[in-house]
Nanobody, 121 residues
Framework: QVRMVESGGGSVKAGGSLRLSCAAS????????MRWYCQAPGKQRELVAA???????NYADSVKGRFTISRDNAKNTVYLQMNSLKPEDTAVYYC???????????????WGQGTQVTVSS
C-alpha cells in the first residue's frame, strides 16, 4: 500500500509564497518521476512541474521563473516552492509519482489527495 500525503497549501495574497510538500510512504522500491498538477474550478487538471530521480526538471510556461520543484530521494518527498503567486494560480494542487513497489513490479502512477492553494488579489 502506497500513500501520497500533501501539505503546505493555504491562502495567501498576490505576490506571496507557499511551499508544498508531498511525502510518499508505504511499500516503495523506487520512484521515477514526481510531478505536481493543479486543477482550478471548471478546468482540467494540468501539469505544473515534474522532476526525475536524477533531478531533471520541467515546468509549465505559466510558472517558469516563479515555481521551483525539488525532491529528497532519501525521504521520498517532492516539494514545490511557489513564489510571486498570482490569483490565477488558485487551484487544488496534486502530487503524482511513478513508482515501483518492489523490484518485480511494473511502474504505476500514484496520486495525493490534493491541497488547496488560494491567492487573493
Amino acid at each position: 500500500q502506497v500513500r501520497m500525503v500533501e501539505s503546505g497549501g493555504g491562502s495567501v495574497k498576490a505576490g506571496g509564497s507557499l511551499r508544498l510538500s508531498c511525502a510518499a510512504s508505504g511499500s516503495i522500491f523506487s520512484i521515477n518521476v514526481m510531478r505536481w498538477y493543479c486543477q482550478a474550478p471548471g478546468k482540467q487538471r494540468e501539469l505544473v512541474a515534474a522532476i526525475t530521480s536524477g533531478g531533471s526538471t520541467n515546468y509549465a510556461d505559466s510558472v517558469k521563473g516563479r515555481f521551483t520543484i525539488s525532491r529528497d530521494n532519501a525521504k521520498n518527498t517532492v516539494y514545490l516552492q511557489m513564489n510571486s503567486l498570482k490569483p490565477e494560480d488558485t487551484a487544488v494542487y496534486y502530487c503524482n509519482a511513478d513508482l515501483r513497489t518492489d523490484k518485480y513490479s511494473y511502474t504505476r502512477s500514484y496520486w495525493g489527495q490534493g491541497t488547496q492553494v488560494t491567492v487573493s488579489s
